[in-house]
C-alpha cells in the first residue's frame, strides 16, 4: 500500500514519518528533509502540498489581471491566516532551496501553482498584493535588491511559460493533475491554461521591456533569494519580517547571461533571429568567463546554448554541425548547397529519411503553388537523390519516381545517373549489389527508354554486372532492325525541276496573304497603301472571311467612305480580337491605341461618324484592359486598377445621359462585372435595374456587402437566390423586378426576360474573381444543390449553411446533375485562383464524391489537409478537416478497394470507429485488389486494438507475411508505451504525417 507521508492518518505510520504540521512547527526539519540525497517527496511535491493543504480557502485563488498593467491595487490589506502565510513562506523557501531553478518549476509545478509562487513572491518582497500579469512598474535605479530578483525572475518566468506553452502545446482530455506520491487531485478548470496564455502575451512587450532596461542598467550589484533569507512564522509573530540580509551575491554577468540565453529563446520561438542572435552571442560571451562549478543563479547548460548558437548561425568552437544541422541551416537560406549535403549523406546516411522527404515535399508543393522559385532541375535532381537514398537502404520506394525520370527524358537519365556516380566509389560492395540490382530491375521493366544503354556507356556501372546480366543489357540496348526503301534513303527521285512565271495577280495575293499573317500596324499601313493603289475599288476587309466585328462596331466602320480609313479601322479591329483570343492583350491593345490615334487625327474634320467610332475603339481598350486583368488575375502588376474603374463607371454613366454614343452591351456587361470583383459594391447596389445584366450583379453585390458588415450573421436579401433559381429551373418564370426603377412594362416579353436574365447570371459566374464573390456563387449553388439531392451523406460542405432555405417547391423543375457540374466548373475557377482555399477544396472533395468521382475526392480532401497542416508539419486542425471528411475518405478508400488505407484512417477519427476498422480490415476477399498490398501503411497504425485484429484476421486467412508485420508493428508500440502521453500522442502525430505524405504522392502528385 502506498503511504502519502505528508498526509497523516491513511495508515500507521512510522516514528521517522515527518507529518506536513510539523514543518511549521519546527522549520529545522525543512532543510534536513530536503538536504537527504533523495528525499521522499521530493522538494516540489512539497511546494504542492503546502499549496493545497488551504485550496478551499479563497486566498489561494489564481488571480489574472486583463487590461491595463497600471490599474493595479499595491495597497491592499492581507485577510490571510497566520496558517496560510507560514505555509507560503514555507513554499518559497523550497523554491529558494532549488536555487529558483525555473526548468524544474515548469516541469514539476502546474501553471496555476506557478503562479501562484510568484504573487506570494510579491507579496512577502513588497508586502503588497500583484495580480499576475498585472505588474506594476518599478524604477530599476531605486529597488531593493530583494524586489530586483523578483521582477527579474517573474519576467524571466513570463516569456518562458509562453515558450513552454508553444514547446508543448498538447490538448489534454484529462482536467486533473496528479502528483506522483500525493492523493490530491489537483483541479484545473477547462481553458484555464488557454486563458493565461492569453493574457501572457498581451502583455509580453512589458517583459521584453523590463528585461532589456535590466541589461542596458550598469553596475548592478544582484542578490539572490536564500534559504535562509525567509524566516518562519512562531506563535508570537505579529507581522511577516525576513532577513534581507542572508541573501547571495552573484556576479552580474551571471545575473545578465541568464537573461539573455531566456530572451534569445523568446526570439527564437518567435523566429526573429536576427534580435535571437544578438541575445545568444552575449549569453555566449558571458558564459564563457563563468566558472560552471559556482554558478548558482544561472542555469543555462553548454550543450544548450551551442544548440541555440548553431539555430542563430553563431560559430561554435570544436563543434561542426552535422549533415542534418546543414540541412536545416540550407532550407532556411533558400535551399543553397542542398545538393552537396544530399550526396553526403547518401554515403553516411545521417539524416532521418522523413526530413529528405519532407524537403521533397516541400519544395515540390512550393513549385506547383508559385509560392517558390527555384533551378529548373533542382527538384528532379533531389527526386533521384532521394532515390537513390532509398535504394541503399533498401526501402520500400512509395512514389513516382521513374514516371517523372521519364517524362524528363534524356536529362532525367543524366541526372539519375549522376546521383548514382556521386556513391559507387563510397559504398560497401553490398551497396554496390543493392545499385546493380535494382537498375537491373529498370532495365528488365523496360519503363526508361535508353536506361540500358546509358548503363553500357558508364564503365562504373558496368563493373557491377557479370557477364550474364550484361549479355542482357546489351539485349534491351540492341536496336530494332528495319529495312528502309531505297527511295526514302535517296533524294534523287528522278522529277526535272520546272520553272514558274511570275504573274502580277500573284503578287496581289501574296500580299493578301502576308496582310492576314501581320500583326504590326505599320506594316498593315504600308500593305494597305500599297493594295489599295493597285485596287482602289476592293474593300480589303473582306479579303480574310474570319475578320467578323461585333455588329455596333461593324455597322458604323462600314458606313465609312470606302478607302484606306476603313480598311484599316477593320483589320485594326479583327486582329486586335484576334490577338485577344491568342491571350496576347498587349498586342491588341498597342493595336487599338494606334488606331485611337488615327481615328482621333481625322476626326477633328468634325466628322460626327468618326467622333462616335472614335469613342467606340476607347471602349475597346476598356474591354481589352478588362479582359487582361480577368485573365491575369490579381491585376495589381498589370494596370492601375483604381483607374480602370473610374473608366468603367465613366462607362456606365454613358447610360444615363442621351447625348452621348451609348457602350455595346458586352462592354457594359465586363464593366459590371470587373467593379464587382473589385468589391466595388455600393457602387453597383445603386445602378438602375431596368437592364438584365445589372440585376444580379446588383443582388450579388447587397449579399457582399451583407457578409462584410455583418460577417454572415443574419439571412441574405432573395433577389440573387430567386435569379439563381430562374436560371436553373424548367419552365419557370423570372422573378419580377422589385424597386421603383424597375420597368416591367407589357412590352417586354416574358421569354426574352428569361433569356436575358440565364444569359446575364451563367456569363456572370464565369467571369467571377474576387474571393468574396465567389463564395456568395458558390453557397448559392451548394445549397441549392443539397435541397435538391436532400441525402445527408451526400451533403456538400457550405461556409454559410444557414442563409438559405431549406426546401423549394417544385423540385422536379431543377436538374441536380446539371447545378452540380456548374458547381465543378465554378469551384475550378476558384480554385485556380485561391488553390489553398480550404474551404472550396474540401467543398470540391465533397462535389467528387457526391458525383461518384472517388479518386478525385480523395485528391481534393488530401490537398485541403496539406494546406491546412502546412504541408503535414503541424496537426491538422479539427475546425477545418473533421470526421465527416475523415469518414468520407474512408469511405473512397473502401470503393477504390484500398482497404488498408481505409483502416489507418479510422484511426483519424475523434473517437475511433472500431467496428468501420474491422469491417474495412476485413474488406471482401473475392475483390481484394493486389493494390492495397502497401505493406509500408502498417507502420502508419498505432492503435493496438486494430493490430491484434489485423494479427487474428491474417492468422485466420493463412496471410503469415502480413501476420508478422502487424506482430512486428505492436511489438514496436509496445516498446514505447513506458513512454508518457505527450510522447506517445507526438508519436502518433508523427504517424499521421508520414501516412498522409504517402497518401498525398499517391492521390495529388
Not at 338 to 356: C, F, G, S, W
Request: hydrophobic share 40%; proline share 4%; glycine share 4%.
Amino acid at each position: 500500500m502506498d503511504v502519502d507521508l505528508l498526509r497523516p492518518g491513511t495508515v500507521p505510520i512510522s516514528p521517522d514519518t515527518i507529518l506536513w504540521f510539523e514543518f511549521l512547527l519546527n522549520p529545522s526539519l525543512l532543510q534536513k528533509h530536503l538536504s537527504k540525497p533523495s528525499p521522499d517527496p521530493p522538494a516540489t511535491d512539497l511546494i504542492i502540498k503546502f499549496m493545497t493543504i488551504n485550496c478551499d480557502q479563497k486566498d489561494y485563488d489564481v488571480k489574472l489581471q486583463d487590461g491595463d498593467l497600471n490599474d493595479v491595487k499595491p495597497n491592499v490589506i492581507s485577510k490571510w491566516s497566520h496558517k496560510g502565510l507560514a505555509l507560503k513562506i514555507l513554499s518559497l523557501k523550497v523554491a529558494a532551496y532549488l536555487n529558483w531553478d525555473l526548468d524544474i518549476l515548469e516541469k514539476r509545478l502546474p501553471l496555476q501553482m506557478q503562479l501562484t509562487l510568484l504573487q506570494d513572491l510579491f507579496f512577502i518582497t513588497t508586502d503588497t498584493i500583484v495580480e499576475v500579469p498585472a505588474v506594476p512598474e518599478y524604477s530599476l535605479r531605486s529597488v531593493s535588491d530583494e524586489l530586483l530578483f523578483t521582477i527579474v525572475l517573474y519576467h524571466r518566468w513570463h516569456l518562458r511559460a509562453i515558450v513552454h506553452r508553444a514547446l508543448y502545446n498538447k490538448q489534454s482530455k484529462q482536467h486533473f493533475h496528479h502528483t506522483p506520491g500525493l492523493q490530491e487531485s489537483i483541479y484545473v478548470p477547462v481553458g484555464f491554461i488557454d486563458d493565461v496564455t492569453r493574457k501572457l502575451e498581451a502583455n509580453v512587450s512589458n517583459s521584453i521591456r523590463v528585461l532589456n532596461a535590466v541589461l542596458q542598467t550598469t553596475d548592478l550589484k544582484p542578490k539572490v533569494l536564500s534559504f535562509d533569507t525567509f524566516q518562519m512564522l512562531t506563535e508570537d509573530s505579529t507581522e511577516v519580517k525576513q532577513n534581507w540580509e542572508n541573501m547571495h551575491v552573484i556576479t552580474e554577468d551571471e545575473f545578465k547571461c541568464q537573461i539573455h540565453y531566456d530572451l534569445g529563446m523568446f526570439y527564437i520561438l518567435k523566429e526573429e533571429y536576427h534580435v535571437a542572435k544578438h541575445h545568444i552571442c552575449q549569453a555566449k560571451e558571458l558564459f564563457l568567463k563563468l566558472d560552471p562549478s559556482k554558478m548558482l543563479y544561472c542555469k543555462v547548460k553548454k550543450e544548450y546554448l551551442d544548440g541555440c548558437c548553431l539555430a542563430c548561425d553563431v560559430p561554435v568552437e570544436g563543434i561542426k554541425p552535422g549533415l542534418t544541422q546543414q540541412l536545416h541551416s540550407a532550407i532556411k537560406d533558400q535551399y543553397a548547397n542542398i545538393l552537396q549535403i544530399l550526396q553526403a549523406d547518401n554515403v553516411t546516411r545521417e539524416i532521418p529519411q522523413v526530413y529528405r522527404d519532407n524537403l521533397e515535399l516541400d519544395i515540390q508543393g512550393g513549385v506547383v503553388n508559385r509560392k517558390l522559385i527555384v533551378a529548373r532541375d533542382l527538384l528532379l535532381q533531389i527526386q533521384c537523390l532521394n532515390f537513390v537514398r532509398k535504394v541503399l537502404e533498401n526501402d520500400v520506394i512509395v512514389g513516382d519516381y521513374i514516371a517523372e525520370i521519364k517524362i524528363a527524358g534524356t536529362k532525367g537519365l543524366d541526372i539519375l545517373f549522376w546521383a548514382f556516380g556521386n556513391v559507387l566509389e563510397k559504398v560497401t560492395e553490398e551497396d554496390k549489389t543493392r545499385i546493380s540490382r535494382y537498375l537491373l530491375y529498370l532495365v528488365l521493366m523496360g519503363d526508361i527508354e535508353g536506361l540500358a544503354s546509358k548503363i553500357l556507356s558508364d564503365p562504373k556501372l558496368v563493373s557491377l554486372f557479370d557477364e550474364e546480366e550484361l549479355q542482357e543489357l546489351k539485349k534491351k540496348a540492341a536496336p530494332a532492325e528495319c529495312d528502309l526503301p531505297e527511295l526514302l534513303t535517296n533524294n534523287d527521285w528522278g522529277i526535272p525541276l520546272v520553272t514558274y512565271t511570275q504573274n502580277p495577280r500573284l503578287d496581289i495575293f501574296q500580299m493578301e496573304q502576308r496582310l492576314i499573317l501581320t500583326y504590326d500596324p505599320e506594316k498593315i499601313r504600308e500593305m494597305l497603301m500599297y493594295l489599295v493603289s493597285k485596287n482602289p475599288t476592293k474593300p480589303l476587309w473582306r479579303v480574310n472571311s474570319c475578320w467578323e466585328l461585333p455588329i455596333p462596331l461593324q455597322s458604323v466602320v462600314v458606313s465609312l467612305p470606302q478607302g484606306f480609313l476603313q480598311d484599316y479601322s477593320y483589320l485594326l479591329l479583327a486582329k486586335s480580337r484576334e490577338l485577344v483570343s491568342r491571350k496576347d492583350f498587349v498586342g491588341a491593345r498597342e493595336m487599338l491605341t494606334v488606331l485611337a490615334k488615327e481615328v482621333e487625327q481625322h476626326s477633328q474634320t468634325g466628322n460626327t461618324l468618326l467622333f462616335k467610332l472614335e469613342k467606340l475603339v476607347k471602349w475597346e481598350l476598356l474591354l481589352v484592359d478588362i479582359w487582361h486583368c480577368l485573365y491575369a488575375w490579381p491585376p495589381n502588376n498589370i494596370c492601375d486598377t483604381k483607374a480602370l474603374v473610374e473608366q468603367c463607371k465613366q462607362c456606365l454613366g454613358a447610360l444615363q445621359a442621351t447625348d452621348q454614343v451609348i457602350p455595346r452591351q458586352e462592354i457594359i456587361e465586363y464593366c459590371t462585372v470587373f467593379m464587382l470583383n473589385m468589391a466595388e459594391w455600393e457602387y453597383l447596389t445603386t445602378l438602375e435595374k431596368r437592364w438584365s445584366y445589372s440585376e444580379f450583379i446588383a443582388a450579388v453585390s447587397t449579399v457582399c456587402q451583407d457578409i462584410e458588415k455583418y460577417k454572415g450573421g443574419r439571412k441574405f436579401p432573395r433577389e440573387a437566390w430567386d435569379m439563381v433559381l430562374a436560371v436553373f429551373g424548367t419552365g419557370r418564370e423570372p422573378p419580377q423586378k422589385r424597386g421603383s426603377s424597375s420597368s416591367s412594362g407589357s412590352g417586354t416579353s416574358a421569354g426574352n426576360s428569361s433569356r436575358d436574365a440565364i444569359a446575364s447570371v451563367t456569363g456572370s459566374l464565369t467571369r467571377l474573381r474576387e474571393s468574396t464573390v465567389l463564395t456568395v456563387a458558390i453557397s448559392l449553388l451548394e445549397r441549392l444543390h443539397n435541397v435538391l439531392r436532400d441525402d445527408s451523406n451526400f451533403e456538400l460542405h457550405t461556409q454559410y449553411p444557414s442563409l438559405r432555405p431549406a426546401s423549394l417547391p417544385n423540385l422536379n423543375s431543377y436538374n441536380a446533375r446539371t447545378i452540380g457540374e456548374f458547381l465543378f466548373q465554378l469551384l475550378l475557377q476558384a480554385l485556380k485562383y485561391y488553390p489553398s482555399n480550404v474551404s472550396w477544396l474540401r467543398l470540391m472533395g465533397d462535389l467528387n464524391f457526391a458525383l461518384g468521382y472517388y479518386e478525385s475526392a480523395m485528391k481534393y480532401y488530401l490537398e485541403a489537409t496539406m494546406v491546412a497542416s502546412d504541408l503535414f508539419s503541424q496537426p491538422v486542425p479539427r475546425n477545418l478537416i473533421d470526421d465527416l471528411v475523415y469518414r468520407r475518405m474512408i469511405k473512397c478508400c473502401a470503393h477504390l478497394l484500398c482497404y488498408t488505407q481505409a483502416v489507418v484512417l479510422c484511426q483519424f477519427l475523434e473517437e475511433v470507429d472500431y467496428s468501420l476498422a474491422f469491417k474495412m480490415a476485413a474488406g471482401d476477399q473475392k475483390n481484394c485488389a493486389p493494390a492495397d498490398a502497401m505493406d509500408a501503411y502498417y507502420y502508419c497504425i498505432w492503435d493496438t486494438t486494430i493490430l491484434e485484429y489485423l494479427i487474428h484476421l491474417h492468422t485466420k486467412r493463412g496471410e503469415h507475411h502480413r501476420k508478422q508485420l502487424a506482430i512486428k508493428v505492436i511489438g514496436l508500440l509496445e516498446l514505447n508505451s513506458n513512454n508518457n502521453e505527450e510522447i506517445q500522442r507526438e508519436a502518433a502525430n508523427i504517424r499521421k504525417a508520414k501516412f498522409l505524405r504517402a497518401l498525398a504522392k499517391q492521390y495529388v502528385y
